[in-house]
């Protein structure tokens, strides 16, 4: 026991490296986690006093237990065992595949990514591009929604922005979960929107088993109380009017939930801007017989240095106003109660009905509108025209005027509208935006209550 052995170097080395990979292994990195863990426990606790909705546990669950959870429900083994006899591949096959959608599925939600990267940079983005506003329809029903309620704010789907304004302005309520879609699958913008909570959907799907798969996630995250954002719609709007719905999304989160348990809240979210940033590529979309479009990362790169420059140089000007409204919000226990028979499609026309009463009504797409009805007018009876057309929003005419006067000049400046002698009228150049904008103006249709607009553009360091 006490001899010497020799042994020779390069395996003396490889010992102390097996050694010091099982000491960091078994000892080092587990306190290393617990300790990060700990600290971002109280982090979320501290959180959790300032948010309205408070961040479920559920959402802060490891990954791999979500995908365990996920695959060994009774829901998804019954899905795999009939796609096992209708495919006839062996069930430890089937229950692979459905490990693959459980993976693609769940995400890895941070709470540090979310607050302390993705706000700020949501709200720095917002502030850069637009004036927010934000404005309810009915204020104090949005606020006292039942605590114990799982919130599912339903959107309209005009521009990639809708992600980063409703995150942005929804900061103070709850963390959000997105069902996003087969778009953003690219690394590492993947990696990115994981860490956000949001999770990853084939839209056009026919695999069974990827359905109910995907059916069990939104009934776990429904039933844990996860605050969710979903666009019933399905994709960006190609002609700026309100798509129909797609029902796939709601009929989970109904399947998901009982007349005796959590109910669930629906929050009608109606946003407009007077610029989409992605309107030429939507435009030209609408033209093809496919609604799949691809902007080019080059295009993308050149654009947004094209704006870094013209900060630089102070010819920078924002896009106007992005405006966000949010509806009435619906009970689906009470709406459950007055629709036994239709329950989906009742609650799918109801919810985009709120949508469309609650679409606020900005200038561009007032002014857009205007001009389909005028060809030509003296451009202060025009501006004057629009003004009173959004006394609407609550918000003072002077204030209005200058808004309006800036979406003229952004109009003419796009050659959208032309201007000469004194009046404006449309240029002939780009009558695919002109009537892309003034399809989503809500004039001609109950354009929903007057409701004081809250200024977000001041608060860009709250």
């Known amino acids: 026991m006490t001899q010497t052995v020799e042994l020779p170097l390069w395996l003396f080395l490889l010992i102390l490296v097996f050694a010091a990979v099982t000491f960091a292994s078994h000892f080092l990195f587990p306190s290393v986690r617990w300790f990060f863990r700990r600290r971002l426990e109280r982090a979320v606790k501290r959180l959790n006093q300032r948010l309205k909705r408070p961040i479920q546990p559920f ?7 979500m995908i365990q959870r996920l695959i060994y429900d009774p829901q998804v083994g019954q899905a795999l065992q009939q796609h096992a006899r209708e495919t006839g591949v062996p069930e430890a096959v089937a229950f692979e595949q459905a490990r693959r959608y459980a993976r693609e599925i769940v995400p890895s939600f941070s709470a540090v990514a979310y607050f302390s990267v993705a706000i700020r940079l949501t709200r720095l983005l917002s502030n850069a591009f ?4 934000l404005s309810y329809r009915d204020e104090e029903a949005v606020e ?9 704010f339903v959107m309209n789907h005009r521009s990639n922005m809708d992600y980063v304004l409703v995150t942005y302005l929804a900061a103070q309520h709850s963390a959000l979960s997105y069902a996003v879609g087969e778009w953003a699958r690219v690394w590492p913008l993947s990696r990115l929107i994981r860490a956000m909570g949001a999770y990853f959907i084939r839209r056009k799907s026919g695999n069974d088993l990827y359905r109910q798969v995907l059916a069990c996630y939104v009934r776990h995250a429904t039933e844990a109380g996860v605050t969710q954002a979903m666009f019933p719609e399905g994709g960006l709007s190609l002609t ?3 798509g129909r719905p797609k029902l796939g999304l709601l009929k989970y989160i109904i399947d998901g939930t009982s007349a005796d348990g959590r109910d669930v809240v629906f929050v009608p979210v109606a946003l407009n801007y007077d610029r989409v940033l992605e309107d030429t590529i939507l435009t030209r979309a609408s033209l093809g017989n496919e609604r799949r479009f691809r902007a080019k990362i080059g295009v993308i790169t050149g654009w947004i240095l094209k704006q870094i420059w013209r900060r630089i140089i102070g010819r920078y000007k924002r896009f106007g106003i992005a405006s966000v409204r949010y509806g009435h919000p619906v009970s689906l226990r009470a709406f459950r109660a007055d629709h036994p028979r239709d329950l989906m499609t009742d609650l799918a026309r109801a919810l985009m009905a709120e949508i469309r009463d609650a679409i606020p009504l900005v200038p561009v797409p ?6 389909q009805q005028h060809p030509e007018l003296p451009e202060a009876d025009a501006v004057q025209m629009i003004v009173d057309m959004m006394r ?3 918000i003072p005419d002077e204030e209005n005027r200058t808004s309006v006067e800036a979406a003229i000049d952004q109009l003419v400046d796009r050659r959208i509208l032309k201007r000469l002698d004194g009046k404006i009228s449309q240029s002939g150049q780009r009558v695919d935006l002109l009537e892309y904008y003034a399809a989503s103006a809500p004039l001609g249709q109950n354009a929903g209550d007057a409701a004081g607009a809250k200024d977000f553009s001041a608060s860009a360091g709250s």
């Open 240 to 242: 700026g009017a309100l």
């Open 144 to 152: 006292n929604i039942d605590p114990d309620a799982t919130v599912v």
């Open 59 to 65: 959402k802060l669950a490891h990954r791999h237990d």
């Open 130 to 133: 637009y004036q927010v506003r």
């Open 366 to 371: 007032a002014a857009c509108w205007l001009m």
């Open 392 to 394: 609407r929003n609550g």
